[in-house]
């Protein structure tokens, strides 16, 4: 057994097809078969069912491709560590963010860290919540950014900041005239929220108090693929959404027909931490993109204290 069938081994639980798998090792289809096949002789079981149509993994397969993964890691180490020794804020960093969080947050930081650290190379993948998790798990991202607690023993987390929810309604709206929004005033609103998935269509519920009773209007059965979409309704008098801090500074505030409004109430933000494996090696370069995400936020989130955090937290719910 040697780290070139583990490479083969991942790539077919990967892509599902010995054909795919063997193109992305750059080695013919035959070669990568007849690895693959001395390694189930060596170690006497069989981790893919093969058919005409498809291939499947076994159970204990499936054991086998988590410690394979695990052992790849390692062996990615071991080359960072050669290389830490010359640059440790070197070689590729894969995020994972959420998308009502990436398209706000990501520009805000991507130059500065680029400028910051020229051998980083930022890998960035956007994605909801379940996914990224799975991916992070699968040991197919390095770390994610996250607006929700996981409770996973294997994982670890960086709080970073606390960001506010604001209120979008339409122009023509009787809250316009309103000096203050009460939790009363929430719960008497046409919302409009995102599609299943999204962590912010449950945190919206329960900021609007929507737990246990229907939505309202017109629109109260649309589930929307993303905030953009929900903004459009909005500045169309369709109804009210939810909108983190970062996104304020969209360009959706620019004659949208649209008002937003922090709302000052208990609850109302959400906390964004950066998730990543307990095991992940290269924890300073973690520590160096935490760093930079704080030092370029706007004022309109609350900034947590790193000294406080760290490899002593695990991720909790």
């Not at 991942?10 to 289809?29: M, N, P, W, Y």
Request: one cysteine or more; hydrophobic letters at 45%; a neutral charge.
């Amino acid at each position: 057994m040697n780290l070139r069938d583990i490479k083969y081994v991942l790539a077919v639980a990967e892509t599902k097809h010995f054909g795919k798998a063997a193109a992305r090792c750059f080695v013919s289809q035959p070669t990568l078969s007849g690895q693959i096949k001395k390694l189930e002789e060596e170690l006497g079981v069989v981790i893919f069912e093969r058919t005409k149509r498809s291939v499947e993994i076994t159970a204990i397969g499936q054991e086998i491709i988590t410690h394979a993964r695990q052992l790849m890691e390692q062996a990615q180490a071991i080359e960072m560590v050669a290389r830490a020794h010359k640059d440790p804020l070197s070689g590729q960093l894969r995020i994972g963010a959420l998308p009502t969080l990436s398209p706000y947050l990501m520009p805000l930081i991507l130059v500065p860290l680029k400028q910051r650290y020229l051998r980083l190379r930022l890998v960035l993948s956007e994605e909801m919540t379940d996914s990224l998790l799975r991916r992070l798990r699968d040991h197919e991202l390095d770390a994610a950014l996250v607006a929700t607690a996981v409770e996973n023993a294997d994982l670890r987390t960086i709080p970073l900041f606390d960001e506010p929810f604001w209120l979008a309604h339409p122009r023509e709206h009787p809250l316009y005239y309103k000096d203050e929004i009460s939790r009363e005033d929430l719960e008497d609103l046409d919302v409009l929220l995102l599609s299943d998935g999204h962590c912010l269509a449950d945190q919206a519920m329960e900021v609007f108090g929507l737990k246990g009773r229907p939505l309202q209007g017109e629109m109260g059965d649309l589930r929307a693929a993303s905030l953009e979409t929900l903004l459009q309704l909005v500045g169309a008098g369709f109804g009210c959404t939810l909108v983190p801090a970062l996104a304020v500074r969209g360009p959706w505030m620019t004659d949208s027909g649209i008002i937003a409004r922090k709302l000052n109430l208990p609850g109302a933000f959400r906390r964004v931490s950066l998730v990543y494996r307990q095991s992940f090696p290269r924890r300073k370069v973690l520590d160096a993109f935490a760093h930079v995400l704080l030092e370029h936020l706007p004022n309109t989130v609350h900034k947590l204290d790193l000294e406080l955090v760290g490899d002593k937290q695990a991720v909790s719910a």
